[in-house]
């Protein structure tokens, strides 16, 4: 495994803050000015790369009729359209992808896409991407793999649904065909996933598997499984992202508004903080209040020579006398000198 991997300006690794990558998907509605809206929202709530997807209709399905084709899940947010008709409106235009990238470039985003077939791979190198991502659907897509890892840029791969022998073989194949940056995202393919469905203990087990750093593609409302993800290793936490759940669009139930958005870059990035290292003792930091521990202080009057007892001593704060564990020594002992109560025990007032 690499020390870490670079997108964009961005290294990618446990040893680095997780990079947050806004999924756009189909939430512009077919709207470039909403796509490029989104762009600006993501930017402002602090994602480090926005992410799309390159595909059309005739490129991920056939226009036909008949059950093959129907999406009949009745807890399906798509249930009653046909597949055709799922991807004429979710996908977004190839003559967007420039102005999108460019939109991004400016402000200081990095820009991706999943492809969903190889003339998708070619059009996006034509654009230069500096990364591609590929889907869970696609994930047992061996030729697409092999076609994307033949760049050689970083690639990501969603592993909703596969079976471990399945990401082997995936894994193998990105391996065999030139990808040495590979990074994995645990992903759960239910739109919207549940946390309970979530499985997110598989990312340290997936890392030390496969020798590759291992993210989170997360369809769980809100940002807890993804904060959580960060105390597991995740490197790369992926959300889907809307302007506005209300409005509607493709993924808009599980996507995350851009107060969300900002929140979860600001929460997984104090979770990889809070991390650290092993570590007993105070910290520098903690230093300063060890004076507020518990000592042993003399709490009333005592004359030289008078016995210390329980009635005149005692563990109170702060910390400038002797420590409590003392107190059985100290009993009984007698003043060599006057105390004044307030004054914190040491030895050689015994």
Not at 77 to 94: F, I, V
Not at 329 to 337: F, Y
Request: proline residues 6%; hydrophobic residues 40%.
């Amino acid at each position: 495994m690499t020390s870490h991997i670079t997108i964009g300006a961005y290294p990618v690794s446990g040893h680095h803050p997780p990079l947050v990558v806004a999924e756009m998907s189909g939430n512009h509605n077919q709207s470039l000015e909403r796509a490029l809206a989104i762009v600006e929202a993501a930017a402002k709530a602090g994602a480090h790369a926005l992410k799309i997807q390159t595909y059309t209709a005739d490129t991920m399905t056939l226009n036909l009729p008949g059950e093959d084709f129907a999406i009949a899940d009745p807890d399906s947010l798509w249930t009653g359209k046909n597949l055709y008709q799922l991807y004429q409106e979710a996908h977004t235009p190839w003559e967007w992808h420039q102005p999108i990238f460019d939109r991004c470039r400016e402000l200081d985003m990095v820009a991706f896409s999943t492809p969903f077939d190889e003339t998708a791979v070619d059009f996006l190198e034509s654009l230069n991407v500096p990364a591609y991502k590929i889907a869970s659907f696609e994930n047992t897509d061996l030729p697409l793999i092999r076609k994307v890892a033949a760049t050689g840029k970083p690639l990501i791969i969603s592993t909703g649904m596969a079976t471990v022998a399945e990401l082997d073989e995936t894994v193998r194949a990105a391996r065999e065909a030139g990808c040495r940056d590979l990074i994995l995202l645990k992903c759960t393919s239910t739109y919207p996933a549940t946390p309970e469905n979530s499985n997110i203990a598989t990312i340290p087990h997936m890392r030390e598997l496969f020798g590759c750093e291992v993210g989170l593609s997360d369809h769980t409302p809100g940002i807890g499984a993804a904060v959580a993800s960060v105390a597991l290793g995740a490197c790369l936490i992926e959300k889907h992202f809307t302007l506005c759940r209300a409005e509607g669009g493709v993924d808009a139930a599980f996507s995350l508004e851009p107060e969300e958005l900002a929140a979860l870059v600001t929460e997984s990035e104090r979770a990889w903080l809070a991390l650290g290292e092993v570590r007993y003792g105070p910290g520098e930091a903690e230093r300063k209040s060890m004076v507020f521990r518990r000592s042993l202080y003399v709490t009333r009057d005592v004359a030289a020579g008078e016995v210390f007892t329980a009635e005149n001593v005692r563990a109170i704060r702060p910390g400038f006398g002797l420590p409590p564990k003392y107190i059985e020594v100290v009993l009984g002992k007698t003043a060599r000198c006057a105390v004044k109560a307030g004054t914190p025990l040491s030895w050689d007032i015994l």
